[in-house]
């Protein structure tokens, strides 16, 4: 796996440029607008816990701007290693398995995130994001949830023979609805009682709950273990399922 690694941090540091605005400068930007913009027009109140809506808000995009990269860099780059530039068949004609194949794409996935997540957290303490030393811990809650979204999608590629249209769709009716209705930016009491039951079962928002907790502080410790046990599951769910569906289609 660490061979996998290797070779994309070869490929990274030559072309990190490339990646900057997605993995770094767009949660940023998300800020700066929503916390800073925004967020100058809303008052501390009951819907966000007391906080100013910087406060409010940071750890959020956070895990919102991890959630986004995990899933795009899932999907089409993990179809071309199938598909268009074939890297994958190249790599499993060698000792190295499916497994170890993806197992190397998880931990690089796990490190862009956290590189990103530190850039991310660093920035916000400058704009005074953070309150608590706690809010270190939200680097972490993203990478956990960026692999809750990413797992799965990687075993959807997997899967995907076409030019991968299932992830335009994906993007669309999934991940940006799935940031817009995951209290993101703003408690999922604004969203009516029929339609709450597509945020419970949002892994962002699980994400969401936890980073502001460690943020913020005040959380109820057990509704904290829920919401990690949920994007636990779903992380090994994923793994598991892609695991299967890489062996499926590299081993002839």
């Known amino acids: 796996m660490w061979l996998r690694v290797e070779g994309h941090w070869a490929w990274y540091r030559r072309y990190w440029r490339s990646s900057l605005y997605s993995s770094g400068i767009e949660p940023l930007l998300f800020l700066a607008a929503m916390g800073l913009g925004f967020g100058s027009q809303v008052e501390a109140g009951a819907a966000t816990g007391g906080h100013e809506y910087l406060h409010y808000v940071a750890p959020a995009l956070l895990v919102a701007g991890a959630t986004m990269s995990g899933m795009g860099e899932s999907s089409f780059p993990v179809l071309s290693g199938f598909k268009w530039q074939k890297d994958y068949i190249a790599v499993t004609a060698t000792p190295i398995t499916p497994g170890q194949l993806l197992g190397g794409q998880l931990m690089w996935l796990a490190i ?17 994001a953070w309150l608590r030393p706690g809010a270190v811990l939200v680097v972490g809650v993203g990478v956990i949830t960026g692999l809750a979204c990413a797992a799965p999608v990687m075993a959807l590629a997997a899967a995907t023979y076409d030019e991968g249209r299932r992830f335009v769709v994906m993007f669309r009716f999934v991940m940006v609805p799935m940031m817009l209705f995951s209290a993101t930016f703003f408690p999922i009491e604004q969203i009516p009682i029929e339609l709450r039951w597509l945020t419970w079962i949002s892994p962002l928002w699980h994400g969401n709950e936890i980073a502001r907790a460690v ?16 994007l636990l599951a779903l992380l090994a769910g994923g793994v598991l399922l892609a695991k299967k569906l890489f062996y499926r289609r590299l081993v002839v």
């Not at 057990?222 to 949920?230: D, E, I, N, S, Y």
């Open 215 to 230: 943020a913020l502080g005040g959380a109820d410790p057990l509704a904290v273990a829920g919401h990690g046990g949920f």
């Open 112 to 128: 862009r995130l956290t590189l990103s997540g530190v850039i991310y957290g660093l920035v916000a303490l400058t704009f005074g």
